[in-house]
């Protein structure tokens, strides 16, 4: 067994159509198992093979310590909607407000090749819901309107921005949109450094050599947004205080 990476992000790799499960070979039993093994590890109520990477119609869930692996699974019979939160291990730090099924009655077939009929409930009902969803390539910012989905987003990225002072002098979403940039700077110089171990070859080190150019432009770049937008931030405050509503 070995854990599995799990794609991130809203990627190619994740939009791809699932394939059905012809055979029940090695193959499929091992990557059944790698992600039972990736789940758990991932702290996530479920996972779906395309998202380490291999389209094939196959997820696991593991709801209330309940393994289950499904394989070329379809919906039978659907519950009526219910509201309830939802995350992604391919979107971590985002929960969104997901309308799905209370309960769903799904055939599918297990790892010792035979065909079974389960009814789901509650929580599970909503991840296999969910992992239906990754065989078509449907993601969870799918689910939510843009605003909705942006506001999310915001949200996310504060509650991850640490427990940073408020700054009184500068506008919410002036120093949200510091803490982005300030964020995506330091991930690309991570990024750029961690890549310098792999960029063994000529043309590689040339192309790294014009991606650190680029991040150290980047920087330079968000500092000077910084100026522009703390002063901006400040003209704005001397505006709300001119103002006798505040
Ligand atoms: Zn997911």
């Known amino acids: 067994m070995a854990i599995r990476a799990v794609i991130q992000g809203d990627r190619p790799e994740l939009r791809r159509t699932c394939k059905p499960v012809s055979e029940l070979s090695d193959a499929v039993r091992r ?9 758990q ?6 996972l779906a093979a395309v998202q380490c990477g291999v389209p094939v119609s ?6 209330d310590g309940t393994p289950r692996v499904w394989l070329n699974a379809e919906v039978v019979a659907r519950g009526p909607d219910v ?10 730090g985002l929960v969104v407000e997901s309308v799905r099924p209370e309960w769903l009655l799904v055939r599918t077939w297990t790892l010792d090749g035979r065909v079974e009929e389960r009814r789901v409930d509650g929580v599970e009902a909503r991840l296999v819901a969910h992992e239906l969803d ?16 942006l506001a999310q987003l ?6 991850t921005a640490g427990d940073e002072p408020e700054t009184h002098a500068v506008d919410e979403d002036v120093q949200q949109i510091l803490d982005l940039m300030a964020d995506a700077a330091w991930k690309w110089n991570l990024a750029v450094e961690l890549l310098a171990a792999y960029t063994t070859d000529a043309e590689a080190a040339k192309r790294l050599k014009r991606l650190r150019r680029r991040v150290a432009r980047l920087s330079t770049e968000a500092d ?12 704005g405050s001397e505006h709300a205080s001119a103002d006798p509503e505040g």
């Open 41 to 46: 590890a991932e702290y996530a109520g479920s």
């Open 134 to 149: 990754h065989l078509r390539g449907t993601l969870l910012p799918d689910l939510v309107s843009e605003s909705d989905l």
């Open 224 to 235: 000077e947004w910084e100026a522009w937008l703390l002063n901006l931030a400040e003209s």
């Open 154 to 159: 915001l949200a996310a990225v504060a509650d």
């Open 58 to 63: 196959l997820f696991v869930t593991c709801a």
């Open 31 to 39: 990557l059944a198992e790698d992600l039972m093994e990736t789940v």
């Open 83 to 92: 509201r309830g939160g939802e995350s992604c291990a391919s979107f971590p």
